[in-house]
């Protein structure tokens, strides 16, 4: 299959990388050749951003294990900066660029003196970059502001940023997450136009549809090593699926089962939810139930609309529609209703949304359930302490005292402590979104056998997790969320991690067929 | 899993002191005592008139009116947020106090509650716009201090407020001990108060989580609107309290009270330990701040160095404790 193959240009051979203790990557080789887009696929946490990081040079030469080929001459980047000057370019999935500035501005960002000394040739950068623009085939006017494009057009004023040094190797990682069927058309024209100008492409996506239209090669990591590399002529869609979720190493999921003839814990129906400030994906007419005892999970792509699900259950975002707790209607317009209401919520950013650095352990457990502790006003100060320790214990939370610094425990740690928090309140209806993101291999199988407890004593759980092995061994029920909607569901036991690829595919090629309808 | 619940239990080692030790240099307040202790000493052997009974009295004289602000400011920076406008408000809300006893004849007691009121006012409004319209408290109290200071200017018309009636040259004249009147019982009275409840209560518990993370306090139920506009009243109030016993202690509701104040303050409470981008700091610490930095100034003064570099003392001195107080954090709790 490799014979008429020619020589890379760009490659990786035996790379190896850990961090603290945990194996990312086990010996990847990887190659790219000129005029070839080559797709990088796998699931959350199979390696892909890890591999994407050594290649661009923000992991450092040093810092893993093999050897990285340039035009078959081996290179080493410091950083990313290094990798741009050799020639390797690396658009990333966010968003970056300079609102206040003009696009052509942006597009020479950190060159606009266009290497002739001191001052900015407006006039020059602007036919520069409409010169890029013109080669590419985007209309956008290099004198507007950033700040007016959408994020497709922002996204496209990153590709030509990279374009300008002339890369002969280019990495894209999820290219199209923020765009719509049209402009994923306008973005693959641009590609294909590089393409033809010789440059190696690596495009990293989860979405099968795009590798199936645009891709020549694919190769899939799973666990932090190839799973398979396919050329074009044998792409298949079944065959990403298989190969992405294969059997991967055997966990453990403690024993539970789905209870039968409980109450309901947390009903939704119709629930709308806005996006984030600026993202497309918010949710629309979900209907959701959970029984009191019932562990369900919500599984779908980073964008899909699973966290915002949860988000707008909690009320830390808009959301329309009708949510029932233990059959009781509530109305909940903020966070502080739905904690009124048994609801509550570990968020799955624990540095930005979760912990507060400037209290110590033991307040970063009591902080909103201080109700209880209080006599006249007052926290009681020893029966704060006694509680802090007790629910220390209870999660097995290591810190020196409920005085030390969250700062310095581990990721396992500060989870753990997060959960403390939420568990204090008693909730009836716990809503997880990525409940072991970041931890060790001991915290997560605590958290599996706390969420099973947790059931087991009657609290409805809602769980998003990005690892579908993970949602699938723990969860009694699998609700699958793409583009905002429920497009499947199913039982323990009816369907594995490639059902819900499966149908999450189904769904991405049914919005990218409407898309394409609608713009021919 | 409830197995490894040795949580806190650590055998008491030799290694115990150090680490009380550490932990006692770690309490922020704890250094900014140490610093202060030291210049106490400097000024008093170079000029033992320096702890006359004169001067300390002049020196606490002094921390009193500027102190009243800072508890305010402290609780404010802790709350997440800061204001530059407490030195305008001080003035306004005094000559606006004197105006309403004088020109318009009221009660003494209604002076003084109009006072507070402005000031309470003026605080509301930089909370809601901060809070609800978003705009950097930065900007916002920048410009309620151009504001207040051109409305002291349109409520005196430019000339001090005087005669003032005799209730109030009561308040400032009072010598309740050590020849120190009804402001620094005030000033004591609130200290206590302030840094009692952000120790011990919940109220002061939820000011630290919003002002270390508003999301995350917003998320476990915090209304955190709430407790950065209740901030920034406080702070407005205080100082037009502060203002107010100014005005009593000159006698007078003069246009230049307060002038200058807000940078005192902020300078102070900084060196006292108290953290500019919020969650960090006691009411202790800042009113400890604000003290040493007036000792320095007096003793300065007292051991005759000349004006101009007392200004750059403060200066040196101000980003020096900023400079060790992040040492301090980055060796003696990171590393505990």
């Not at chain 1, 407890?453 to 409805?460: C, D, I, Q, T």
């Not at chain 2, 809070?131 to 430019?158: D, N």
């Not at chain 2, 005005?247 to 300078?267: F, K, N, R, Y």
């Amino acid at each position: 299959m490799s014979i008429t193959t020619p020589a890379p240009l760009f490659s990786a051979t035996a790379i190896a990388k850990n961090f603290g203790g945990v194996q990312a990557l086990r010996g990847v080789d990887f190659d790219v050749v000129a005029g070839e887009i080559h797709a990088l696929l796998g699931q959350n946490g199979a390696g892909k951003s890890t591999l994407v990081k050594i290649l661009n040079g923000v992991h450092p030469a040093g810092s893993y294990t093999g050897t990285i080929q340039l035009d078959g001459r081996p290179v080493s980047f410091a950083s990313p900066a290094d990798a741009r000057s050799n020639g390797v370019g690396y658009v990333p999935q966010e968003i970056e660029v300079l609102e206040q500035l003009s696009v052509a501005e942006n597009v020479f960002a950190g060159r606009t003196g266009l290497g002739t000394g001191m001052l900015v040739h407006q006039r020059k950068l602007e036919q520069r970059a409409g010169e890029i623009f013109a080669d590419l085939g985007i209309d956008i006017n290099p004198r507007a502001y950033v700040a007016s494009l959408t994020s497709a057009q922002r996204h496209l004023v990153m590709i030509a940023r990279a374009i300008v040094l002339k890369p002969r190797v280019l990495m894209l990682d999820e290219p199209t997450a923020s765009l719509s069927g049209t402009e994923v058309d306008a973005l693959f024209a641009v590609l294909r136009r590089l393409k033809a100008q010789g440059v190696a492409m690596i495009y990293i996506t989860h979405r099968l549809p795009e590798v199936l239209a645009i891709c020549d090669r694919a190769t899939v990591l799973r666990d932090g090593q190839v799973a398979v590399r396919i050329a074009r002529e044998d792409f298949d869609a079944e065959t990403f699926i298989f190969s992405m979720s294969g059997q991967r190493l055997q966990r453990l999921f403690p024993e539970h089962a789905a209870p039968v003839g409980r109450p309901t814990a947390l009903e939704v129906r119709h629930l709308t939810v806005a996006g984030h400030s600026g993202a497309v994906h918010g949710a629309r007419d979900i209907n959701l139930r959970v029984a009191a005892g019932e562990i369900v999970g919500l599984a779908g792509l980073l964008g899909s609309g699973r966290s915002e699900v949860l988000h707008g259950i909690y009320g830390r975002v808009p959301a329309d529609g009708e949510i029932r707790v233990a059959g009781q209607s509530v109305s909940i317009k903020s966070p502080r209703d739905a904690r009124a209401a048994g609801i509550a919520l570990l968020t799955e950013d624990r540095k930005r949304d979760g912990l507060l650095f400037n209290l110590p352990v033991g307040a970063n457990i009591t902080i909103g359930n201080l109700a209880p502790l209080l006599r006249h006003g007052m926290v009681r100060g020893g029966l704060e302490r006694s509680s802090i320790l007790t629910a220390m214990r209870a999660l097995n939370v290591k810190a020196s005292s409920p005085q030390a610094s969250v700062t310095h425990l581990s990721g396992g740690n500060q989870q753990k402590l997060l959960f403390a928090r939420v568990l204090m309140r008693a909730p009836k209806v716990l809503l997880l979104d990525e409940p072991t993101k970041g931890v060790d291999a001991a915290t997560r199988h605590e958290i599996y056998r706390l969420v099973v407890e947790l059931a087991e004593k009657g609290v409805g759980l809602l769980i998003v997790a990005s690892e579908l092995e993970e949602l699938i061994g723990l969860c009694d029920r699998c609700v699958v969320v793409a583009d905002g909607r429920i497009v499947d569901e199913f039982g323990r036991g009816e369907g594995g991690e490639d059902r819900v690829l499966r149908s999450v595919t189904a769904a991405q090629a049914e919005r990218h067929a409407i898309a394409s309808q609608a713009s021919a | 899993m409830n197995s490894a619940a040795e949580v806190s239990a650590s055998p008491r080692d030799a290694r115990s002191f150090r680490r009380r030790l550490i932990g006692l240099i770690a309490v922020g307040e704890v250094g900014v005592l140490a610093a202060m202790a030291l210049l106490i000493a400097f000024f008093w052997l170079l000029e033992p008139a320096f702890l006359s009974e004169r001067n300390i009295r002049a020196i606490l004289n002094v921390v009193s009116f500027v102190g009243i602000i800072a508890i305010g400011q402290t609780i404010l920076l802790v709350a997440g947020e800061f204001d530059l406008s407490v030195g305008s408000v001080a003035g306004l809300s005094a000559v606006v106090a004197a105006k309403l006893m004088t020109a318009a004849a009221l009660p003494v007691s209604v002076g003084i509650l109009g006072g507070i009121g402005v000031g309470a006012l003026i605080g509301l409004l930089n909370g809601l716009i901060v809070v609800r319209l978003g705009i950097p408290a930065f900007i916002q109290t920048l410009g309620m201090l151009f504001i207040g200071q051109g409305l002291i200017q349109v409520v005196t018309g430019g000339y001090p407020v005087y005669p003032l009636p005799e209730a109030i040259n009561t308040i400032g004249g009072t010598d309740l001990a050590f020849g120190l009147g009804w402001s620094f019982a005030f000033f004591i009275v609130v200290a206590l108060l302030a840094d009692f409840v952000l120790r011990r209560t919940v109220l002061g518990r939820n000011m630290y989580a919003t002002g270390g993370n508003k999301e995350v306090a917003h998320l476990v139920g915090i209304n955190t609107s709430a407790y950065k506009i209740g901030a920034f009243i406080t702070v407005g109030a205080l100082s037009a309290i502060a203002g107010m016993f100014v005005m009593a202690d000159l006698g007078s509701g003069g246009t230049s009270i307060g002038s200058g104040w807000e940078l005192t303050v902020i300078a102070g409470v900084v060196v006292g330990g108290v953290s500019l981008f919020g969650g960090a700091g006691t009411v202790a610490g800042g009113v400890v701040g604000i003290l040493m930095l007036k000792v320095v100034q007096s003793g300065l003064v007292v051991i005759g160095v000349n004006s101009n570099w007392q200004q750059i003392a403060v200066g040196v001195i101000m980003v020096m404790a900023v400079g060790l107080d992040i040492v301090r954090r980055r060796y003696f709790i990171a590393g505990a």
